[in-house]
């Protein structure tokens, strides 16, 4: 069987992702959405890592041979414990394409086998990004064409949620 991951932070999970995991579930007979924590990032999460594999759940019902799964650490040793071979990024521009060769080369150099596998984004979210999307919501744009229904409730809902604690604070 054919396994792979898509690991990401999906915070939120967009139409791009979307359009990558339902690419790479046409390719690999199983595809794990890995949600991972990315301490390296500076970036304030809006959602729970819960929250996040429970959005993505419901976006990727469509897919019946996609899953969700959580991991902290490294994706390597994730693959390892779910015996998964393959890894799947999108790449959105060259500058993509710079760091995921540095990533997929450190993968296959702590777990030999372990491949990559870059997937070119559809051309209608080249631009697409989980922060441009936050950012973008945050001051009031309309990111509707550009998350699930279920996704953009969530995002406004918690948005306000912020907004109200923020000026009660």
Same mark, same amino acid.
């Given at each position: 069987? @054919?396994?792979?991951?898509?690991?990401?932070?999906?915070?939120?999970?967009? &139409?791009?992702?979307?359009?990558?995991?339902? @690419?790479?579930?046409?390719?690999?007979? *199983?595809?794990?959405?890995?949600?991972?924590? &990315? %301490? !390296? %990032?500076?970036?304030?999460?809006?959602?729970?890592?819960? #929250?996040?594999?429970?959005?993505?759940?419901?976006?990727?019902?469509?897919?019946?041979?996609?899953?969700?799964?959580?991991?902290?650490?490294? =994706?390597? !040793?994730?693959?390892?414990? &779910?015996?998964?071979? $393959?890894?799947? %990024?999108? =790449?959105?521009?060259? $500058?993509?394409?710079?760091?995921?060769?540095?990533?997929?080369?450190? &993968?296959?150099? =702590?777990?030999?086998?372990?491949?990559?596998?870059?997937?070119?984004? /559809?051309? #209608?979210? $080249?631009?697409?990004?989980? /922060?441009?999307? %936050? *950012?973008?919501?945050?001051?009031?744009?309309?990111?509707?064409?550009?998350?699930?229904?279920?996704? =953009?409730?969530?995002?406004?809902?918690?948005?306000? *949620?912020?907004?109200?604690?923020?000026?009660? $604070?």
């Amino acid at each position: 069987m @054919r396994r792979a991951v898509c690991p990401g932070s999906f915070d939120p999970v967009t &139409n791009g992702h979307l359009d990558i995991i339902g @690419r790479a579930s046409m390719l690999f007979d *199983e595809v794990v959405v890995g949600v991972g924590v &990315n %301490k !390296s %990032k500076s970036q304030v999460r809006l959602f729970t890592a819960d #929250e996040r594999m429970d959005m993505l759940r419901e976006v990727c019902a469509d897919f019946p041979n996609v899953s969700v799964a959580g991991f902290e650490g490294l =994706l390597t !040793s994730f693959c390892q414990a &779910n015996d998964i071979h $393959s890894i799947v %990024k999108g =790449l959105r521009a060259v $500058s993509d394409f710079d760091y995921e060769l540095q990533m997929a080369q450190m &993968n296959s150099s =702590l777990v030999p086998g372990l491949e990559t596998v870059f997937v070119p984004t /559809s051309p #209608e979210y $080249s631009f697409l990004a989980s /922060s441009l999307v %936050k *950012e973008v919501a945050m001051f009031g744009g309309d990111v509707s064409a550009l998350v699930p229904p279920l996704v =953009l409730d969530r995002l406004t809902a918690r948005l306000a *949620e912020r907004a109200r604690e923020e000026g009660t $604070s």
